[in-house]
């Protein structure tokens, strides 16, 4: 079965800090890994995923998240927060291709000025 | 042009009520979801639907039904809508082959009195 633990369901920054939002994972077969964003009373929308090629994924609005097997890690980072990057973050697992995401319980970014 | 739509946006009703929610997608995807999402943010997936057919039937009362006319639509039937039954409600959609991709609508925030 698959699982995500977001560890820290809210996280706050400085305008220009470093962004770091933790995710593990739990899955019995080589996992694709994804993290979506969901900005006030919208849909979710995929900021990058991970589907078993480069490790180091690259993703929009200057994300980045790196796939630690050793680890069962996924973290996503940002160099630089910025504000309108304030919103919730959800980590998701998908056992190789089928339909079936299974989200993490959300950790919400406040962005300080 | 939206991709994924829903309606209605908001729905307050009270309980014992049937009610449906519509979701329509004009991006030419054979797979299309209905999503849960509770008021602590948590995003449950609850049916799936690839090419008209069900796929992913979790476990869920079935008090709630999917409809799927054709591959561009999938609507949500509640019956005896329960105060549990409150949440937002969100509907996707994923290409063939990229079921992991998917992409969300607005979702609809029900409301049971």
């Known amino acids: 079965a698959q699982s995500v633990t977001q560890l820290g369901s809210h996280v706050s920054v400085s305008e220009g800090a470093l962004v770091l939002l933790r995710c593990n994972y739990s899955s019995s077969v080589p996992p694709y890994l994804f993290w979506y964003v969901q900005y006030p009373n919208q849909g979710l929308q995929l900021l990058l995923k991970?589907?078993?090629?480069?490790?180091l994924v690259k993703g929009i609005n200057g994300f980045e998240a790196e796939f630690k097997k050793s680890e069962t890690s996924f973290h996503l980072t940002k160099p630089s927060a910025h504000m309108s990057d304030a919103a919730e973050y959800f980590c998701a697992v998908s056992e190789g291709s089928n339909y079936k995401l299974t989200f993490g319980k959300g950790t919400l970014l406040t962005v300080n000025p | 042009d939206t991709a994924v739509s829903q309606t209605p946006k908001y729905l307050v009703t009270q309980m014992g009520n049937d009610k449906s929610i519509k979701c329509e997608q004009n991006l030419g995807h054979d797979t299309m979801y209905w999503y849960k999402q509770d008021s602590k943010k948590f995003l449950k997936i609850m049916f799936s639907?690839?090419?008209?057919?069900?796929?992913i039937n979790e476990t869920v009362p079935n008090r709630f039904s999917p409809k799927s006319p054709d591959k561009a639509h999938l609507n949500l039937h509640i019956n005896s809508l329960e105060l549990g039954d409150s949440a937002v409600y969100f509907c996707?959609?994923?290409?063939?082959?990229?079921?992991?991709?998917?992409?969300f609508g607005p979702g609809t925030r029900l409301t049971v009195t």
């Open positions: 996707a959609s994923s290409q063939e082959g990229r079921p992991y991709e998917q992409y």
């Open positions: 991970y589907t078993s090629a480069a490790t």
């Open positions: 639907y690839n090419n008209k057919e069900l796929i």
